[in-house]
Nanobody, 127 residues
Framework: QVRLIDSGGGLVQVGDSLRLSCATS????????IGWFRQRPGKEREFVAA???????????DYADSVKDRFTISRDHAKNTVYLQMNSLKPGDTAVYYC?????????????????WGQGTVVTVSS
C-alpha cells in the first residue's frame, strides 16, 4: 500500500498561481513514478503531468498540452514530495487535482496504469 497525500488547492483568480503538493514515503518515491491528474466538472479525469525517474534521478517530465509552459512538476527528495507549480491559472483549470503513483515501467500517460491515488485537492479559478 502506497499512501499519497495531496494538498495545496484553493480558490484563486485568473492569472494567479498555486503549488500543489503530493507527500508520500521514501520507499514509494523509490518504487513508483508520480503523476498528476485532474477532473473538471462533468468531465473525465485527465492527465496533467508526470515525473519519471530511475535510480533517484529525474529522467523525464511530461505535460498535457493544455498546461505545458504554465505548469511545472518537480520533486523534493528530502521531503519525499512531488509538487505541481501552476502559474497563469485559467477558469478551465478548475478541477479536483489528484496525485497518483504508477509502477516503474508503466506508462505515465494512462489513467488505468496507476495503482494508488491521493484524496484529491480542489482548485477553483474564478474569472
Amino acid at each position: 500500500q502506497v499512501r499519497l497525500i495531496d494538498s495545496g488547492g484553493g480558490l484563486v483568480q485568473v492569472g494567479d498561481s498555486l503549488r500543489l503538493s503530493c507527500a508520500t514515503s521514501g520507499r514509494a518515491m523509490s518504487s513508483y513514478n508520480i503523476g498528476w491528474f485532474r477532473q473538471r466538472p462533468g468531465k473525465e479525469r485527465e492527465f496533467v503531468a508526470a515525473l519519471t525517474w530511475n535510480g533517484g534521478s529525474v529522467s523525464r517530465s511530461d505535460y498535457a498540452d493544455s498546461v505545458k509552459d504554465r505548469f511545472t512538476i518537480s520533486r523534493d527528495h528530502a521531503k519525499n514530495t512531488v509538487y505541481l507549480q501552476m502559474n497563469s491559472l485559467k477558469p478551465g483549470d478548475t478541477a479536483v487535482y489528484y496525485c497518483a503513483a504508477v509502477g516503474s515501467g508503466r506508462s505515465v500517460w494512462q489513467l488505468s496504469e496507476y495503482d494508488y491515488w491521493g484524496q484529491g485537492t480542489v482548485v477553483t479559478v474564478s474569472s
